[in-house]
């Protein structure tokens, strides 16, 4: 499985991002997706993730009510929509795909992209 995330760049406080992440390879097992970020000098953080169907998601508590993911199934691709993005959102983002979990323990993730750049600044 190869993941292509793409959306990133230099966005001002307060701007809307969404971030894209394509995934490609055998299609014989339904993914759940996730998003995480690094940002430097920190270790790399659960953002959100959203299961095969959609029907569930989750969210860093830190997160909720500013991000939405999403997916669509028929062009393998997950979205993270951010908005009112502050400096501290400044990060690599990378999405990731886990077999049936959603959950913030990134070692549950067994395939990685890798990642876009986000930067939020005046």
């Known amino acids: 499985v190869q993941l292509q995330a793409s959306g990133g760049g230099l966005v001002q406080p307060g701007d809307s991002l969404r971030l894209s992440c394509e995934e490609s390879g055998p299609t014989d097992v339904a993914y759940a997706m996730g998003w995480f970020r690094q940002a430097p000098g920190k270790e790399r953080e659960f953002v959100a993730a959203i299961s095969w169907t959609g029907a569930t998601t989750n969210y860093a508590d830190s997160l909720k009510g500013r991000f939405t993911i999403s997916r669509d199934n028929a062009k393998r691709t997950q979205y993270l929509q951010m908005n009112s993005l502050k400096p501290e959102d400044t990060a690599v983002y990378y999405c990731?795909?886990?077999?049936?979990?959603?959950?913030?323990?990134?070692?549950?993730?067994?395939?990685w992209g890798r990642g876009t750049q986000v930067t939020v600044s005046s």
């Open positions: 990731a795909v886990a077999q049936n979990y959603i959950g913030e323990d990134s070692g549950e993730y067994v395939y």
